[in-house]
């Protein structure tokens, strides 16, 4: 069974005990609002991440996501990480961060087994993407299996984090 991990609706405690920020939550979205009297957009990050275990097979597949609404235009800054485990040689996972379904050729993860039993590796990654004021878009870690030897690999924790940055006027 798939298990996908969605949670727009996150923010990083850091980010609102550092830049003293508040925030409203209104289906599924984060709207972050300065405090006092500048009113100019900040800073903010959203993440999901979870103790989870994945089987990944060889069509793509959306292992974790996360949206960011811009208040201003922008850039976002995304950050992954997993652990991927393959014991066929040759075979193994690769991912990367993207606003589609599928894997980008041009910013790929990837991790490779040597042939050992419970072989391990970690893999991560980071992207940017500019972003319009208003537009809603949605970011995804896109993995697949690789390989001949078997039919599927394991993920577990992953984590993807986006921090959106407002533009500089």
Known sequence: MTKKITAPSLILAFVL???????????NKVVVVPLGADTSPTSFAVFAEG???????APDEVVVSVAITAPVDGVVIVNSSNAAE??????????SITT??????????FFKSAGVSGNR????????????AGQTITYNLVCSHFGTGSTSSNITNSSLTATFTPAQS
């Not at 589609?100 to 993860?109: D, F, G, K, V």
């Open 51 to 57: 103790d989870q275990a994945e089987i990944v097979e």
């Open 86 to 95: 393959e014991s066929t040689a040759a075979d193994g996972i690769r991912c």
């Open 100 to 109: 589609a379904s599928a894997i980008s050729a041009a910013h790929l993860q």
């Open 17 to 27: 005990a550092t830049f003293s920020i508040g925030y409203t939550y209104a289906h």
């Open 121 to 132: 590796g970690q893999m991560s990654g980071t992207r940017g993407f500019n972003i319009l």
